[in-house]
Structure formats: C-alpha cells, structure tokens
C-alpha cells in the first residue's frame, strides 16, 4: 500500500539554526507528495507540494523540500528557524485523484 | 475570510449519544473531505463527495457513521451511538477540480469531539 513515513516524532532546534524534517514514501511510479503544518487550535496549512516539475519545491515561510527518488525521500527544510515554526508538520501523498495520506506528524520546537 | 468553516469547535458528549458536525466548503469548490485525527496521528481518510455524491467511503466509517452533502454544498457528518473510541479530532477539507489549485485540499481548523 501507498504509505509515508515522518522518521522523527520530535524535532528540537535552536531560533535561527537549519531545520530538517524527514519524510520517505513507499515507491510509486509518480507520487505527489506534499508537506502541511498545523499550529494549535488551527487546520492544516500546506507548505508546498511536489509534483514531478521539479525536483526542488519551494514552498512558503522560507520551508523547501526537495524530491529525491533514489532515496525515496522528500525531506523539508529551512535556512533559520523562528520561533513561530513551532507546530506540527505533516508528510503526505495524494492516493489517486483525491484521497490524501497522511505520515504520523513531526512536532518542531524552537529554542530561544 | 472564506477558508473552510466547521461547527462546532469542540464537542462534549455521553457515550451512547448522536453527534452531527457541520463543514462549510470554500465556495466554488466542488470537491469536499472529511477526515479523522486521533492524538499522535495525522489524519485518516474517511469519506469524499464531489458535489452531492459520495464517492468513497473508508473501511473507517462504521454504519454509526454518515456523512451527507445534500446540494452540493456544506456537509453534516453524523456519528450516532458515539463510543469512547471516537474521540477525535473531525477535519474536513474542501477543493476545487480546476485551475491551478487542482486537488489542493484547504483544511478547516476542525471539531474537536471527547466522549465521556
């Protein structure tokens, strides 16, 4: 079955150092990978998403993905973390036409 | 803002009762989803209308569920006997077929239901 997997369920760094959230997927001829972010109390925001056209997606906030199917990965990054990153983000394919599925989530905390 | 609305934000019920949650799309969009998240999850799929059918169903939908999007429009999602087991969060999302926001799907800030 078609499946992501968000490989760290906490991630912890510092104001104004890189951020890595990682994300493999099962392998699929085409996948359309995306990622979202949920802050508290509020939906899903998506970040970016993948769709075959490049393999660098930039997406908002300063977060860019990059699409690597050697490794089966579509891992989200930033330059500089600031303290309104803190959230959670979501690693997810679309199944089909219109069914999204979703990873467990990776809780990003920034540091002061 | 015209974002995808839900109500109620949080539900408290007894177990045993009927619940309904309520989802209004983005306006011109067709396509409407409902999907489930319990803690430590991301959401799982549970059902799919393209203006007033329902498309697809998910194994997760017991026949306590039913979902319902009578014109085409906002949607109801009912649970009747609520069990412990659904405490969850109820998130619905909508999108549109067309245009170069084809098959984004735009979330709702979701309804929040603990059965007691």
């Known amino acids: 079955a078609q499946s992501v997997t968000q490989l760290d369920s906490h991630v912890s760094v510092s104001e104004g150092t890189p951020v890595l959230l990682r994300c493999n997927y099962s392998s699929s001829y085409s996948p359309s990978l995306f990622w979202y972010v949920q802050h508290p109390n509020k939906g899903l925001q998506l970040l970016l998403k993948?769709?075959?056209?490049?393999?660098l997606v930039k997406g908002i906030n300063g977060f860019e993905a990059e699409f690597k199917k050697s490794e089966t990965s579509f891992h989200l990054t930033k330059p500089s973390a600031h303290m309104s990153d803190a959230a959670e983000y979501f690693c997810g394919r679309a199944s089909g036409t219109y069914k999204y599925i979703f990873g467990t989530g990776t809780r990003l905390k920034v540091l002061a | 803002d015209t974002g995808v609305s839900q109500d109620p934000r949080h539900k408290i019920t007894k177990r045993g009762q009927n619940v309904t949650f309520r989802c209004d799309p983005i306006?011109?969009?067709?396509?409407l989803y409902w999907y489930r998240q319990t803690l430590g999850q991301g959401p799982e799929f549970l059902t799919y209308f393209q203006n007033e059918a329902q498309l697809e169903k998910s194994r997760l939908l017991s026949d306590r569920f039913s979902a319902e999007r009578p014109k085409g429009s906002f949607s109801t999602l009912e649970i009747q006997r609520t069990e412990q087991g659904d405490s969850a969060m109820y998130l619905c999302?909508?999108?549109?077929?067309?245009?170069?926001?084809?098959?984004?799907?735009?979330f709702g800030a979701g309804t929040r239901l603990s059965v007691l």
């Open positions: 993948y769709t075959s056209a490049a393999t």
């Open positions: 999302a909508s999108s549109s077929g067309q245009g170069i926001a084809k098959n984004i799907q735009y």
């Open positions: 306006s011109e969009h067709n396509r």
